[in-house]
């Protein structure tokens, strides 16, 4: 089994697009369809934030009512992105969902789209949007440095994410799968998720989105 990993930023509001991308070349390379995606979702927290995305849309345009509407809609569809956008190539690929049955805080939850709006609110910190490309692009760059650190100590959930991969491919294990997770969860610490894999013998493909 190759499992090709794309490691993404949670928050950065191009990496719907650009994921999406990454799977074309999949398909422009011949590959047949994958035998999963992996998430790093609960699939009743997923499917409950994307039914909020229209409510996410209407406090988006309060925040800016200058917001284009193709700007609008990626910054609508960047909440939990990770949990559908492989759909647009691959509809009909089941999914792994790797924190299935964890829950989170009540508080962080009931909070979550006024969480996000404010963080997004602090990437731009004040600017207006004059240059639409600039006002994105600046909100992708501040949310890469704010994820960025030094110490990445794998907990838990790499071991618990290496368990479900490891679970799905014995059913599959010459086909190639997908997982989209955070960058740290695919990086070469030992223990990681990725790490884990690898030491049972499962080839990782890992892209850095």
């Known amino acids: 089994m190759t499992l090709h990993i794309a490691g993404i930023t949670h928050f950065n509001p191009l990496h719907r697009d650009r ?33 909020q995305r229209p409510l996410f849309r209407e406090l988006l345009k309060a925040e800016w009512p200058g ?13 939990a992105y990770e949990g559908d956008a492989h759909v647009s190539e691959y509809p009909n690929t089941p999914t792994v969902w790797l924190d299935e049955g964890r829950i989170p805080d009540e ?12 963080l997004y609110r602090s990437f731009v910190n004040g600017m207006e949007i004059t240059d639409e ?6 909100m992708s760059e501040v949310s ?30 010459d086909q190639w799968a997908v997982a989209i997770v955070g960058k740290l969860h695919g990086s ?20 850095y989105l």
């Open 133 to 138: 490309k600039a006002f994105l692009t600046t």
């Open 67 to 79: 917001l284009s509407p193709h700007l609008l809609e990626v910054l609508t569809l960047s909440l």
């Open 188 to 207: 070469e610490t030992p223990g990681s998720m990725r790490m884990q894999l690898q030491e049972h013998g499962v080839v990782c493909d890992v892209t």
């Open 144 to 173: 890469e440095r704010r994820a960025a650190t030094p110490a990445f100590v794998p907990g838990s959930r790499d071991d618990i994410f290496a368990q479900r991969i490891l679970e799905r491919i014995e059913g599959d294990p």
């Open 19 to 51: 994921f999406q991308a990454w799977l074309r070349t999949k398909k422009h390379a011949g590959l047949d369809g994958p035998a999963f995606f992996a998430t790093e979702w609960d699939s009743t927290m997923f499917a409950k934030l994307r039914d």
């Open 107 to 118: 508080g962080d939850f009931e909070n979550y789209l006024q969480n996000r709006l404010a």
